[in-house]
Structure formats: structure tokens, C-alpha cells
């Protein structure tokens, strides 16, 4: 069952240096229990796409076009009174800074109290029970004292652990969590990506885990969206993205990482070059400055996405926005 389905979304950012065309036309489903990773270099869209599905935009920030559908319902058109009676319910939240997200003057718990208070008709004490229950299920230990802990009090992966909790409160439908680790050292983010991975399997909720680091995409994710210059690369199971990657960017990042067996992790972009500048993007295909089989075609138009039922050189699931899916393009060897 379709939870979330994104169409034909476009988002700006209108500053003084011009027009960032950050979102230039995202579709993308998350089915109910899914977990979809969205993965690509800084600057891709990622974020853009995930705060725009919510209306979270910072200032300067338009949504020009598009749908996103929670549930059928068109969570764009929704007032804000509407979307954050949503937000932390259905659909919760989670950033790579959790010190951002969380106030410095309130204690942890009851900022998680806040959250249960606002969406739920119970008393200050069961919440309070909730909000004890909840630290212990992203195992905070001695969960009852620390509940009245500030922030501050925390280390950076306790903190990221209570935003995970917070995020939980109100058992959502969907998780949206945006590169939650990344500010975390390499032991820790592994500790807290098992633990959401954990928990969102035990709980059957739907997230989609947004990362530059295809390890944790193969760990934790059911299905993939790669993005580049605010567009979906390549979208494909798990699986057969890693053994049988399509767009030339996915290969490039693909061929970034040493042994995901290993469990050897390395931060993505040795791929030549760098995204395009988002102000002034390349009227064709994003990523024809540094694909190593671009064709004049690449450079004057947009490739559409194709999808396994319009070409035999893509697997079932998969999709690719690449010239080479052509029926009548050359055959490029990975
Ligand atoms: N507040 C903002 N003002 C102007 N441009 C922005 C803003 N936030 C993001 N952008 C631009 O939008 C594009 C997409 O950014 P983002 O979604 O944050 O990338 P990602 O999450 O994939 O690293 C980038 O070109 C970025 O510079
Ligand atoms: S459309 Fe062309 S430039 Fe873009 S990824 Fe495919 S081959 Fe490379
Ligand atoms: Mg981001």
C-alpha cells in the first residue's frame, strides 16, 4: 500500500544571487513498512525534497510545482495548522543536528512530553510514563533520571538517541530521518542506524533514510533513489542497485566505495568534477560535465526517466534518467 507518493515536485530557493533550482521535478513512493533510502552527493536535492514534503522550508524557499500525497491526501495544499497537527503524529522528523532541534532551556523529557501533550488526549504523568518508555526503547540507560536531563547534559549520541525518541512519541506512519548520524563518530552511527533500523522493522513504520553513504543504504534500505541536480537519477530495489547499478552516477558512486562488505565506509565524491551550480544548472543532463559516456544528445536535452517496461537494459523495479536506456543509445559496458 502507497503511504507517500511524490509527483512532479519542483522547489526554489529565491536569493539575491538569482534563482536555486534545488527540486526540479521529484517523484517518488514510500509504501507502508518501506524503508527508502535517498542517497547522492551534497547538494543533490535531498534535503530540499524531504523538508518540501512537509512544507518545511526555510525563508526564500517556494515549492512551484508537484504533489505529495500522505495517505491520498495532499499534504501541500493542507494549511499549517493541518500539517503540524501531522507533523510528530504521522509523520515525524529527524536532522543530522539534533542540538538544532532541540531547545537548550527545557529538559529532553519534556520536550518529548510537548510533543505527546500536543497530539495525544492524555495526562502530564502518562506522558511522562510514555516519555520513560520511549528512552528506554532507543536505550538511554537510567531512562527515569534522565528524562530530566537538559540537552547539554547529553553526548552527541544520547542527544541524537532523544530526538530519535522524540520522533517517536506518537508512533508515525512515517519516519523522515535526514542523514541522522552524520555529525555522530563512526561507532556511534552505526549503534544508532541499528537501532532505527531496529526499531522501524519492530514498529512497521515507514522511513526514508536520507544519506551520502551507500553502506548504510545497504544495510538498512528496501529500496533506493539516487539524486543528483535536484532530480532522480536512478531509482531501483536494493539489491539490484548494488549488483546491477544503471546511471553512470550511480556507478560513479558505486565505484567510490572500497568493500561494502567490509564494513568499510569512505565519504562519497572521488567522482571528477563537482555537482552542477544549482543557480545556473546544465540545460540537459545534470551530470553530462562528469559522465565519462556523455553524448551530444546528453548535453542539449533533459533525459525523461525510464522504466524497465520501456527498455530491456533495466531490471523489474528500475528506473533510470539516462540517454543510455535509449532503445536506440550505443551499449556502454559498466
Ligand atoms: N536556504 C537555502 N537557500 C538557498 N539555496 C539553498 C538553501 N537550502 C538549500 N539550497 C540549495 O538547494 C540545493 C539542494 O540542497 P539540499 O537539498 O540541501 O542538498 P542535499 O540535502 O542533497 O545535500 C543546493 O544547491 C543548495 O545549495
Ligand atoms: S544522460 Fe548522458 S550524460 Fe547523463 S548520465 Fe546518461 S549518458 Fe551520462
Ligand atoms: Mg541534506
Keep these: 500500500m502507497t503511504l507517500l507518493s511524490v509527483q512532479g515536485l519542483q522547489s526554489e530557493f529565491r536569493t539575491a544571487r538569482g534563482v536555486v533550482k534545488a527540486v526540479r521535478g521529484v517523484d517518488l513512493t514510500v509504501a507502508a513498512g518501506e524503508v527508502l533510502g535517498i542517497v547522492g552527493e551534497s547538494g543533490s536535492g535531498k534535503s530540499v525534497t524531504c523538508m518540501s514534503i512537509l512544507k518545511l522550508l526555510k525563508r526564500q524557499g517556494h515549492i512551484t510545482a508537484g504533489k505529495a500525497l500522505f495517505q491520498g491526501r495532499d499534504l501541500l495544499t493542507l494549511s499549517e495548522a493541518q500539517l503540524s497537527d501531522i507533523r510528530g503524529d504521522e509523520i515525524a522528523v529527524i536532522f543530522q543536528d539534533p542540538m538544532s532541534s532541540l531547545n537548550p532551556t527545557l529538559t ?38 534522565r528524562v530530566d536531563a537538559y540537552p547539554h547534559e547529553f553526548s552527541g549520541g544520547m542527544r541524537q538517541r532523544a530526538m530519535i525518541a522524540m520522533a517517536l512519541a506518537c508512533d508515525p ?15 556511534i552511527q552505526r549503534q544508532i542506524l541499528t537501532l532505527l533500523k531496529d526499531i522501524q522493522a519492530r514498529m512497521g513504520m515507514a522511513m526514508i ?21 535536484g532530480l532522480v537519477m536512478e531509482e531501483a530495489p536494493v539489491k539490484a542497485l548494488f549488483a546491477r547499478p ?3 552516477y550511480t556507478r560513479g558512486l558505486l565505484a567510490a566505495v572500497p568493500d ?19 543557480a545556473d544548472p546544465p540545460p540537459g543532463c545534470p551530470f553530462a560535465p562528469r559522465c565519462p559516456a556523455a553524448m551530444v544528445h546528453c548535453v542539449a536535452e ?29 551499449e556502454v559496458s559498466p
Excluded at 522504466?307 to 540517454?323: E, F, K, N
Design 108 to 145: 529532553v523529557g519534556a520536550q518529548v512530553i510537548e510533543v505527546i501533550l500536543r497530539h495525544r488526549k492524555v495526562s502530564r504523568a502518562q506522558a511522562r510514563a510514555r516519555a520513560v518508555e520511549l528512552f528506554d526503547l532507543v536505550r538511554i540507560p537510567a531512562a527515569e533520571s
Design 173 to 187: 506512519k512515517l519516519l523522515i530521518a535526514d542523514e541522522p548520524t552524520t555529525a555522530l563518530d563512526v561507532t
Design 209 to 229: 533514510l536520507i544519506t551520502h553513504d551507500l553502506g548504510v543504504i545497504a544495510e538498512t534500505c528496501d529500496r533506493v533513489c539516487v539524486m543528483y541536480g
Design 246 to 248: 544503471s546511471h553512470p
Design 260 to 278: 561494502l562488505r567490509d564494513g568499510m565506509r569512505q565519504r562519497l565524491s572521488p567522482i571528477p568534477g563537482s555537482p552542477p551550480d544549482m
Design 302 to 330: 533533459r533525459p525523461p526517466l525510464f522504466i524497465a517496461t520501456d527498455t530491456p537494459r533495466l531490471g523489474g523495479g528500475q528506473s533510470a534518467r539516462c540517454w543510455l536506456m535509449h532503445p536506440d543509445a550505443p
